[in-house]
């Protein structure tokens, strides 16, 4: 008697794969023009913040691309074979952030430097954060339905991008308002902290449970549910 089939069919699979491709293309474009605009806007008002973002911004085109490489195989099999070389590759973006922000964060708590008013960093914050959530919860719930640990550990990645830009901008309101330039690196240290947690379940394979596909899959499998 075969068993009974619990995962998406065939043709749901390839149509998740293609929204993951899809989400992913777009993450990927839009965190390289947020990248150029924060690093030039960073540079003009010797916000070391700002730098620091879009250089975020570039690991996060680095773990997009792992998962954009993994789903670029054309069939089932295949992305699933790369799964693991995707999880890691995104472990070692959440560990760099981590280590970056950290720095980042201790630098600007030493006070090596006043940064200006920067209104463009303003805005692009606050676009990142209008964009990123939406892009991170699509891409989470076709790789929770698909059962891709990547593509989930992939939208984490993009989430703490939310995360970092709502730090970004309350930093840099508060540095063009108040001049509390403390409040940026302290919630940053917080993001670092969570950016070590989610690599660490990327380089485990613990970002998502992966979706059975028998019933004895079910029944057998001791991953965690996804989030």
Same mark, same amino acid.
Not at 129 to 147: C, D, H
């Given at each position: ?48 913040? *700002? ?8 690991? %996060?085109?680095? =773990? @997009?691309? +792992? &998962? #954009? ?65 939406? *892009? ?8 929770? %339905?698909?059962? =891709? @640990?990547? +593509? &989930? #550990? ?74």
């Amino acid at each position: 008697m075969s068993a009974l089939s619990l995962g998406p069919s065939p043709a749901r699979r390839d149509a998740l794969a293609r929204r993951i491709r899809l989400l992913v293309a777009v993450t990927i474009g839009y965190n390289v023009i947020e990248a150029v605009i924060a690093m030039a806007a960073g540079t003009v008002a010797s916000s070391a913040a *700002l730098v620091g973002f879009g250089l975020d911004s570039v690991i %996060e085109v680095s =773990s @997009a691309a +792992a &998962v #954009a490489w993994q789903f670029s195989a054309s069939t089932h099999a295949v992305r699933e074979a790369r799964e693991r070389t995707a999880l890691r590759i995104i472990a070692f973006s959440f560990f760099a952030l981590a280590a970056y922000v950290s720095v980042e964060a201790v630098r600007a708590l030493a006070g090596t430097g006043e940064a200006e008013r920067s209104l463009p960093g303003i805005v692009l914050a606050a676009l990142s954060l209008l964009v990123m959530p939406f *892009l991170s919860a699509a891409q989470r719930r076709a790789g929770r %339905e698909l059962g =891709s @640990a990547s +593509a &989930v #550990a992939d939208s984490k990645q993009t989430l703490l991008c939310t995360y970092l830009s709502a730090v970004l901008l309350v930093g840099l309101v508060l540095n063009a308002t108040l001049g509390w330039s403390w409040a940026d690196p302290v919630a940053a240290l917080v993001i670092a902290a969570v950016a070590v947690k989610e690599g660490r379940d990327a380089w485990r394979g613990d970002a998502c449970c992966t979706a059975p596909t028998t019933a004895a899959d079910a029944t057998t499998s001791g991953c965690r549910e996804c989030g």
